[in-house]
């Protein structure tokens, strides 16, 4: 049972691991050097993240599913699976609208094959390829999305536009967002 407080330390600690993995890359981060900068021991530290590989986890959480799938999927307001689509596929064009995560991100993904990334990613990936599928199952069922769509290979390439919309330089005003609602207009019935 973490210490009271303990929620604060273990966001500064994330919040530090971010910072390091934007800065200096995902080999460099050393669990002493993310707890100096937050101020606490090493101990501390490892009372919240026993090893370097849960620290990378939580990151990629924190980027992930708070930084992307809470916003964009569990806070949606969208009343059809067309709108909800729509409103995933231009909230991951946009990004975090933070240089610092999206650094970070980029670094995990350049990383995706090391061994603290690659476990925690791929469930990840399993999970976002799980709501992708049930979305254009949803999509069909309703009659929003055509019915001729294979769900998990439209989840395939829902997955690879949104990886690609993370990783790229940036694209002339307009044209990541107009992309977004052309695959949208692509995949309705």
Known sequence: MAATGGGDHRAEIV???TRTIARDGLPAVRVRAVARE???SHATLHYYFPTKADLVTAVLRELIY???AVPLVERSTATTVRDELRGLLHGVVAGYGDDERTAAM???LRHGDAD???GPFGR???TWRGYLVDLVRRGQAVGELRADLDPDATAGLLMEFCLGAQTRTPLPPGLATGGAD???ALLSA
Do not use: K, P, T
């Open 15 to 17: 919040r530090a691991a």
């Open 106 to 108: 980029m670094e995990i």
């Open 124 to 126: 990840f990936l399993d």
């Open 38 to 40: 937050v101020g606490v």
């Open 116 to 118: 603290e990334v690659a």
């Open 66 to 68: 708070e930084g992307l």
């Open 182 to 184: 052309q695959l949208v």
